[in-house]
């Protein structure tokens, strides 16, 4: 995955760019169609899939370390169901209706997901951090996301244990699989 970040920014500040990003693909996603629907679809897919495991490897764990076990359990749950859906919208065609209202349907729920962590978590992240902690974070966020997978894998989904185990794993796998379309497209 390519970020549009800087080598010394802090896990909130890349977290938020990508939220960002993750807006402005879903709102191209929206409005356009053939090549363009499924290009734009398949770097949100593969922007999701390394920023929620990344997410999991890296805050969750700090999240928790701050006695905030309920706030780290409902965003990984909403990560869980969010990468079923995204491995469901994977399988179908752009062009179809099914795929538009499927769509409509995940995109309010990352909406309200992506809201949640930053009203409720990255400021207790933030408050609770000093600035070297945080920039050391943006970089261990970067890393994890540099050997994250770039398709949902539901079964790993909202586990930081098993993003450990099997997500660079499934991310050789993903990577594969993505040079052989490219290669055969």
């Known amino acids: 995955m390519t970020s549009q970040t800087t080598q010394g920014e802090d896990v909130i500040a890349i977290l938020l760019q990508q939220h960002q990003r993750v807006k402005e693909l879903m709102a191209d996603i929206r409005t356009a169609d053939g090549d363009h629907k499924r290009q734009a679809f398949d770097e ?33 749950a909403e990560e ?18 099914e795929f538009d209202a499927t769509f409509a ?7 309200m997901h992506a ?22 974070l943006g970089k261990a966020l970067l890393a994890a996301e540099k050997i994250a997978p770039t398709h949902p894998h539901p079964g790993a989904a909202g586990s930081t244990t098993a993003q450990w185990t099997v997500g660079p794993f499934a991310s050789l796998v993903d990577r594969a699989r993505d040079a052989v379309t490219r290669a055969t497209s």
Do not use: C
């Open 44 to 76: 949100l897919r593969a922007l999701l899939a390394a920023h929620e495991t990344a997410e999991e490897m890296v805050l969750r764990p700090v999240t928790r370390s701050l006695g905030e076990q309920a706030v780290a359990q409902a965003r990984n």
């Open 80 to 97: 869980d169901q969010a990468n079923h859906v995204l491995a469901d919208l994977e399988k179908l065609d752009p062009a179809d209706a």
């Open 105 to 111: 349907t995940f995109e309010q729920a990352v909406l």
């Open 115 to 136: 809201e949640k962590e930053e009203r409720e978590e990255f400021p207790l992240v933030q408050a609770e951090s000093s600035p070297q902690r945080l920039a050391r």
